[in-house]
Each structure stands twice: as C-alpha cells, then as structure tokens.
C-alpha cells in the first residue's frame, strides 16, 4: 500500500513517494501534500494514478458560438451534401465501390477549391503521381493549382503537411497508409484505426480540412472498423449502380449539416456532371403509362425527389416463387407482399415478383410503402395508373395507411414537373396550394378498391 501512496509540492508540482518537510526541488517549507489517485480503478502500469492535468475551461447552454466559416467549393451538389460547404479542421470520411467515380469527384472538387483560393494537397496511396496527372488532363484541371503526391507512410505525409501547411488535404485512400508505430500490414484494422486518428488529430490541431476515402466491403460498409466513422465530423457514401450513368453521394453523418442529404451527378467523358434537377432526370426516359409503373414523391434529406418504381408480376415456374429488389429493402417487400395477401386480399402465392427503382436510386423513406403496393397491384392486374399521377404513403401491419412528412414539399415538386393529381393517405397535412389534387385512402383495402375495381 505504500507504493500506491504518491505526495506532490503544491508550490512546484514536483511528486515525491514519502512525505518530508521541505521539497527538494524548490526547497519551500510544509508544502508536500497527499495526493489521492484520479480513479479508483485497480493499481498498474496503466493506471492514471495520481498524476493532476490542466483544468478544461466550462461553458453553459447558453453561450453562443459562432457558427463554423464553410468554403463554397462551386458544385452545387457537393456542398449541398456537405451541409453549405466546407468547413475549416473538419475530416471526412468518403465511401464508395471501386471505379463508382471517388476519386474523379474528389479531384475536380480539389480543382474547384484551390481555384477559389485554399491551398490543396492530393496524396494517392494506390496511384502514382503520373496516373492522377493523367486523370486531371483527361478532365481538363491541369491549369488548377493542386499540389500532387504519392505516399503511404504517414510519418513522411504528416511531416509535409506540417511543412506545407495546406487548408484542404485529401487522403486516397485510408486503407493504404500504414504507421510505422503498429506492427501490422497496411489495410489492417489496428492500421486504419491508427492512420485515421493520426489524421484526425492533426488536421484538428492544424486547422486543416482533410478527406479520407475508404475502401467499402461487399455489403457496401466502410472496411475496416466502424470506429472509424465515429471519428470523422462527416460520412459521405457514393451510391449508384456501375450500368447506370448517375452517382448519388449521400451524407450518412454530418456534424455540421442535415444527414441523409444527397447530391446528385451524372458521369460524363469529362467527369462527374452535378445534376441540378433529378426529379425530372430519373423521369426523363418515361414513356406512356404501362402496367407496374409508379412515380414516387419522396423526401432525400431536405430536398423532394421523384422517382419511378417499375413492379413486374408473373407465374413462377419453380416451387418457390423469386422475390428480386434493386433499390429498396428486401425484407419490407416481404412485408408489403403480406400486408396486401392478409389485408386486402390480394394473392402473389404462386407469382416471382421483381421491383426496381429507375436510374439506379436507392430509397429508404417508408413513406414509399404505398407506392411500392400500388406498382405490384398495376403489375398483377395489367392495370396502368394515370401518366399525371403521384403516389406516396406509409402503410401499416394492419392495413391501415399513414401520411407522410412533408406533403406539400412532396405536392410542390409533382406539380412543378406536370403532375396533377396524388394518391395520399387521409390526414396528410397540407400547407397550402399546391395545384395537385388529392385522392384521400383510408385504409389498403379501400385504396385498392377505389384505384382497380372491386376484388
């Protein structure tokens, strides 16, 4: 117990294991003192001990701090997506599959910003300086003042910064680097736990703005430890599928702006192309109205957003009938496909069943229950909805349907892109006048009644 037992000099900080009159470092008389442990945790080398540290400064509520300053990178959507723009000493963590455009999107955003004035450095780990260089001349930034490396020590990137002391660095990617420090191999977990920290704590010690691109899993997660994503102020993911010319860049967590809030580009020859109305680009290519299709008004962040979801019914020849999803959840399509068999008798048993969403998007939103519901039961019945028509609703275990956030968002964007009418739950709150006028269900069963005829 004696060992445990540490003094300190309240005149000089100095630490002693046994009391004395006066301190032998700054030989002041009756100022050793007992000082009690920190933590009563159990006694070892990693303890805390006894050993005092600065008091933090407090603040209350309601003291009022200024917001962050935000760079404005010029595309549109990216700042959307980052919550107004960029902020100073901020990380963020960026996700995507491999060859969906990161690298291309970040690369003109890095053009865009050291045009408007920050100083940026691009630092590849899986790219040599001469195929960025490449890339840059393909999408004409050549003339963007952006200094360029290759590197995967940290030590040797950190110590540069420290040099060049940039406003705006960009890591591709995480997974690459690797810390001298940690004996393991590069793309490990205790090496991209320990690169991500480095970073972090640097760039909020620094100043610096700084971009981590992050290799995903097959199941479309950031490889390595989830850790990680709680370390960054913001998680973007790069979404859309490789056939399909758009790229949506979702905000999962953003500390500093609205998560879920999406951009939207188009891939191009010369890069990623911001896509300022989407609602009518993933509507450009519908034709007549046909039998299992049905435009969704949706909410994507703050933003309202159209879309088509396409529903195809047809006798299975197998013992147990396909249930295929692209863009939304499997598993509420299970549900949904129960809800109308139990509660509004519509039978599938027997039937495959595909359902997707056009151009590529992926929607979460529970409120597209109900247009998901209407595109299987056009689909079975060979019935086709109205060409001007919007659907949109959360429907519930019983039948029952509930009314979506936002309507008169939701009613503002059909109406803006010529639709006229829209198929909602009752008690849907409305603002004001949208011009789209309102079909009003109360329930499954009187949804399919009133929109296909009696069963």
Do not use: H, Y
């Given at each position: 117990m004696a060992k445990d037992i540490t003094f300190t000099c309240t005149a000089c900080n100095a630490s002693t294991t046994k009391w004395s009159g006066r301190c032998d470092?700054?030989?002041?008389?009756?100022?050793?003192?007992?000082?009690?442990?920190?933590?009563?945790g159990p006694k070892s080398k990693k303890a805390m001990g006894g050993g005092r540290g600065k008091q933090i400064n407090l603040t209350d509520l309601a003291t009022l701090?200024?917001?962050?300053?935000?760079?404005?990178?010029?595309?549109?959507?990216?700042?959307?997506?980052?919550?107004?723009?960029?902020?100073?000493?901020?990380?963020?963590?960026?996700?995507?599959?491999?060859?969906?455009?990161k690298s291309t999107l970040l690369l003109q955003a890095a053009a865009r910003f050291a045009r408007n004035g920050l100083k940026v450095l691009y630092i590849s780990g899986e790219e040599s300086a001469s195929q960025v260089q490449m890339r840059a001349r393909r999408l004409g930034l050549t003339e963007s003042p952006v200094k360029l490396a290759s590197e995967t020590n940290l030590r040797d990137i950190l110590t540069t910064l420290e040099a060049e002391k940039p406003d705006f660095v960009i890591i591709d990617s995480i997974q690459t680097m690797w810390l001298d420090t940690v004996e393991a191999a590069p793309g490990s977990v205790s090496q991209v736990r320990s690169a991500a920290h480095e970073l972090t704590t640097?760039?909020?010690?620094?100043?610096?703005?700084?971009?981590?691109v992050g290799h995903v899993t097959k199941e479309g997660t950031i490889a390595g430890p989830r850790v990680v994503e709680h370390m960054v102020d913001t998680v973007l993911y790069f979404e859309g599928e490789r056939g399909h010319q758009f790229r949506i860049l979702r905000a999962v967590k953003n500390r500093f702006g609205p998560a879920d809030e999406i951009g939207v580009f188009e891939m191009t020859g010369k890069g990623l192309a911001e896509v300022k109305n989407p609602s009518a680009m993933f509507l450009s290519e519908r034709g007549d109205p046909a039998p299992g299709s049905v435009v969704f008004a949706g909410i994507e962040g703050s933003r309202p957003?159209?879309?088509?979801f396409q529903a195809l019914v047809s006798p299975s020849p197998h013992s147990q009938p396909r249930r295929t999803v692209v863009?939304?959840?499997?598993?509420?399509?299970?549900?949904?496909?129960?809800?109308?068999?139990?509660?509004?008798?519509v039978p599938f048993t027997g039937l495959d069943v595909y359902l997707n969403v056009a151009g590529g998007l992926r929607v979460s939103e529970p409120a597209a229950d109900l247009a998901v519901a209407a595109a299987l039961i056009s689909a079975r019945e060979d019935?086709?909805?109205p060409k001007d028509c919007v659907v949109f609703g959360e429907l519930?275990?019983?039948?029952?349907?509930?009314?979506?956030?936002?309507?008169?968002?939701?009613?503002?964007?059909?109406?803006?892109?010529?639709?006229?009418?829209?198929?909602?739950?009752?008690?849907?709150?409305r603002g004001g006048d949208s011009g789209v006028s309102m079909r009003e269900m109360r329930d499954l069963h009187s949804f399919?009644?009133?929109v296909f005829g009696e069963r």
């Open positions: 470092s700054c030989e002041a008389w009756n100022t050793i003192e007992e000082v009690k442990p920190l933590t009563g701090e200024p917001e962050p300053p935000r760079t404005l990178s010029g595309v549109g959507e990216l700042d959307r997506t980052l919550g107004g723009g960029l902020v100073k000493a901020s990380a963020i963590l960026v996700g995507g599959d491999p060859g969906i455009g640097f760039a909020k010690q620094n100043g610096i703005a700084v971009v981590l957003m159209l879309c088509e863009g939304w959840d499997g598993s509420r399509l299970a549900m949904i496909l129960a809800v109308l068999e139990s509660r509004a008798g019935a086709a909805l519930s275990l019983s039948g029952g349907l509930r009314a979506a956030p936002q309507t008169e968002n939701r009613l503002k964007e059909a109406s803006k892109l010529g639709f006229t009418s829209a198929i909602t739950p009752v008690r849907a709150k399919v009644e009133q």
